[in-house]
């Protein structure tokens, strides 16, 4: 693979990766609710997810899914299931937040906080793995970059972590800014449900967005 090429496909990582989407979303959802350091671990569960969807779709299940409407309409399912739960979540966590539980999300922020940075990986991890639309990008974009009938392990290494390092980037710029965010409204009950209905009603639109999405694209 030359240089010129690998920067092709950067530029197009940077811009997948930049656009909002479920990955930024649980990035920005976990910055705003438990802090930026415990959004590291979502981020780090999504760029493992990013991997093992990378995999799967040089594997053939990317053509499976292509091919098979079943296998695609279970997966987008199940996609947008995920996401609509966890938008019915924050929705719901909205309506319980009072000043007591608003000190208790930034206790359970602290290191001494038990079961939360695995939480926080899987969700990442299940958002990566449950989204049809990321398969279909690297079965889609892979073949441009790396021949399809000749697979070289080095050259896919280095583009899947192209691709999880342009993510990683982008949820840190994303967990920075609600971050900033997050400063500017944690002294206003009415604001952190506003956010936090406003996170509920993004990932539900996500989830609905999901099941309209076609294999043929």
Known sequence: ???STWLLFLSVSLVAAFSPGPGVLMAISTATTVG???ALYSSSGNALGIFMVATL???GLGLLLKTSALAFSALKIAGAAYLVYL???AWRSAGQLTEATQNAARDAASPAARGTPLHSFRSGLLVAISNPKSILFFTAVFPQFMPADHIDPAGFLLLTATFAACSLLSHLVYVL???WFKSSVKHSLARSR???RGTGAIYVGMGGALLSLSNSR
């Open 1 to 3: 693979m030359t240089f």
């Open 87 to 89: 938008g019915i979540k």
């Open 177 to 179: 800014c609600a971050a």
């Open 36 to 38: 930026p350091k415990r």
């Open 194 to 196: 506003l956010a936090k």
């Open 57 to 59: 779709a040089v594997t």
